[in-house]
């Protein structure tokens, strides 16, 4: 299959400050429909990967290595890009919904208005057809009453609903690519079912790509074809997710499915109900 996304020997360093790279000879690819799960304990450099892959690292973050897009106009060497040519790969070919939706949304923008600018930018609608479209991406991501949450600011709606837009603002642009990041984590746990069906369902029904990043193993083994395990920057172990959770190589891994399985015997067996709010 066509790599969609190739990272390659990936670093992340801290400008300045002596040490081992945050993140550390970092390679993964990502093929055309498949869905990738990244796992590891907090501090592995997951979300730091996920940041360099979006050439979102703030200064004096700096990454080494290639990132590699491939767009309808050829591949995009994420790092040395410039700026212009990022803003057109950002939202068609790559888009990405973050842990807390509060630090990724505008505050100052009524939700309509954030949802209308990559609709304009990238797919170039305007008037009658913009407001259309605008309410249609919140009625796709299951959101009641969208005319509603359009008019409103995001201290206005609930975390689930605010999570539900950040999905909505991910996918306006029809990307190839979807990069969720902890998607929810902020959650309560009464509504993290309902998003992760979400996620799952607009990445089948639209034949996308996916990057799911996650501590959690349980959650990345129902979404993931194939897992990377990373712990202190580095990789520890890739491969299909049934394999490495059946017979994982590397001691990390191990200890990973093994604690996985002994919190799964402690608690008792009673499905999320999904409910969305």
């Known amino acids: ?134 309410l249609d991406a919140l009625a796709e ?21 605010r999570q539900r837009v950040a999905i909505a603002l991910a996918l306006a642009a029809q990307p190839r690519l979807l990069i969720a990041d902890e998607p929810t984590t902020a959650l309560d746990v009464t509504v993290q079912a309902g998003v992760l069906e979400l996620i799952q369902s607009s990445v089948a029904e639209r034949g996308m790509s996916l990057v799911f990043i996650s501590h959690d193993l349980p959650v990345v083994a129902g979404i993931a074809d194939r897992v990377v395990v990373m712990r202190a920057g580095r990789v520890v172990e890739t491969g299909e997710t049934r394999q490495l959770l059946s017979a994982p190589r590397e001691g990390y891994t191990r200890t990973l499915v093994a604690a996985s399985r002994a919190l799964d015997d402690l608690l008792p067996a009673a499905p999320l109900d999904g409910g969305r709010v």
Do not use: C, N, Y
């Open 141 to 161: 991501v299951q959101l009641a009453a969208p005319e509603r949450i359009a008019r409103s600011f995001i201290h206005e709606v609930s975390g689930g609903q």
């Open 1 to 134: 299959m066509t790599a969609l996304l190739s990272v390659d020997s990936l670093g992340v360093h801290l400008d300045g400050v002596a040490g081992a790279p945050l993140v550390d000879d970092v390679s993964f690819e990502v093929a055309e429909g498949e869905r990738l799960g990244v796992i590891g304990e907090s501090g592995s450099g997951k979300s730091l990967t996920a940041l360099a892959v979006l050439r979102l690292l703030a200064h004096p973050l700096r990454a080494t290595g290639s990132i590699r897009l491939a767009t309808g106009e050829g591949d995009v060497e994420v790092i040395g890009a410039r700026q212009r040519r990022l803003d057109g790969v950002r939202g068609s070919t790559v888009g990405a919904v973050f842990q807390e939706p509060l630090a990724s949304l505008d505050p100052l923008m009524r939700i309509g208005a954030q949802l209308a600018w990559p609709l304009r930018r990238h797919r170039g609608l305007r008037g009658d057809a913009l407001r259309r479209a605008v």
